[in-house]
């Protein structure tokens, strides 16, 4: 069994659920600079909001999304927010494996990243589930 392949797959899904949230976080976000111009140009308020200078409505990078992103859709995702946090052992391990063919030195090193993986998992499909029923 290849532990750093199951390993991979795994951040596989979670970084495909977060690219697909930072999609609708990125719209949220425009939305809310275009409200913001809206009241001023309305004269709803006298103080001149920042220039937009970003009109994407799409993540279109390969990159794991900033998990701000994908919070301004779905709430917080602390579990996930520290999985994914350059510089942290999940994410290193995961950078070492598919960019160094490192390897884990034994089952239960591997047992222990995959279990917090698997929680940043089901913390962003808990977050989906409620955000869908609102």
Same mark, same amino acid.
């Given at each position: 069994? *290849? $532990? ?7 951040? *596989? =899904?979670? &970084?495909?659920?977060?690219?697909? $949230? ?31 200078? @970003? $009109? ?10 900033? =998990? ?26 995961? @950078? ?5 063919? *490192? ?19 089901? &913390? ?11």
């Amino acid at each position: 069994m *290849s $532990f750093e392949m199951a390993y991979l797959s795994m951040w *596989s =899904i979670l &970084e495909g659920g977060l690219k697909l $949230f930072a999609s609708l976080g990125l719209k949220k976000k425009l939305q809310l600079k275009i409200k913001e111009w809206d009241r001023f140009l309305s004269d709803e308020t006298s103080q001149c909001p920042k220039p937009i200078r @970003n $009109f994407d409505t799409e993540y279109k990078t390969d990159r794991i999304p900033d =998990i701000s992103l994908v919070e301004e859709v779905l709430g917080s995702l602390p579990h996930v927010r520290k999985i994914i946090a350059p510089k942290k052992k999940w994410r290193n391990r995961r @950078n070492a494996i598919a960019h160094n063919a *490192s390897r884990f030195k034994n089952e239960q090193i591997f047992v222990e990243y995959k279990s917090d993986l698997i929680e940043a998992i089901e &913390e962003l499909e808990n977050q989906i589930l409620i955000a869908s029923q609102k």
